[in-house]
């Protein structure tokens, strides 16, 4: 029997669905089933949550692209649904890419569900997460996200360094809590106690997991 997938390869998937599922429904969206699109409406999910709650909805790791933060393991996921992608272990499990590859595939630029995976592991704060970014950026074309929005924001801007060779560097997910400085951010203010409390938990929880040795 193969081994199940991870709980944040499923959280992801369903994530995703709702975005597709509110976009083929929606003349207002642009780019809704575009995965750079979808890469970044993750993105806005995780940096909400965060800053509201201190938790995300993906549990996924960021990295800094060319094209701004990214949710690495869904991004790779969506790259192994292309029909003749081969697993690469490096980047996903086995399991992970066999259960994505169930529900979606990717053609061209353009990620598909092939079969409903559910919405049982979002949470009813997760779902708020969701519809408050995609209503933030619906109308919102995919690079004009990727160059005009993403990029200002601190977990980006830290991280990322053009001059290197690598393409891809580990963002700290406590940069989400910051706001750009000396730039207008109309997407993602919270009243200060709520960031600062939120903040609070993302750090205890942080401490917890490193002292159990357990990601929570």
Not at 152 to 180: G, H, L, M, T
Request: charged share 25%.
């Amino acid at each position: 029997m193969s081994a199940q997938p991870s709980i944040s390869a499923i959280k992801s998937a369903q994530a995703v669905n709702f975005f597709l599922q509110q976009s083929a429904s929606d003349p207002r969206s642009i780019d809704g089933g575009m995965y750079l699109k979808l890469i970044k409406l993750l993105w806005a999910t995780d940096r909400l949550s965060l800053r509201n709650f201190g938790n995300d909805v993906t549990s996924d790791h960021y990295s800094a692209l060319r094209y701004g933060p990214v949710a690495s393991e869904a991004y790779n996921l969506m790259k192994v649904c292309k029909p003749d992608a081969e697993v690469d272990p490096r980047w996903t499990s086995e399991s992970d890419a066999l259960w994505w590859k169930e529900h979606f595939e990717t053609q061209d630029y353009a990620l598909v569900t092939i079969s409903d995976p559910g919405s049982d592991y979002l949470s009813p704060a997760d779902i708020l997460m969701l519809e408050t970014a995609y209503n933030l950026f619906r109308e919102t074309g995919r690079f004009e996200t990727v160059n005009n929005i993403s990029h200002i924001y601190p977990e980006w801007e830290k991280a990322f360094k053009p001059s290197q060779a690598q393409r891809s560097f580990r963002i700290n997910p406590v940069d989400f809590f910051d706001d750009p400085k000396g730039k207008h951010d109309p997407y993602f203010q919270v009243d200060p106690e709520t960031l600062e409390a939120a903040r609070y938990f993302f750090n205890e929880r942080q401490e917890l997991s490193k002292s159990l040795r357990i990601a929570l």
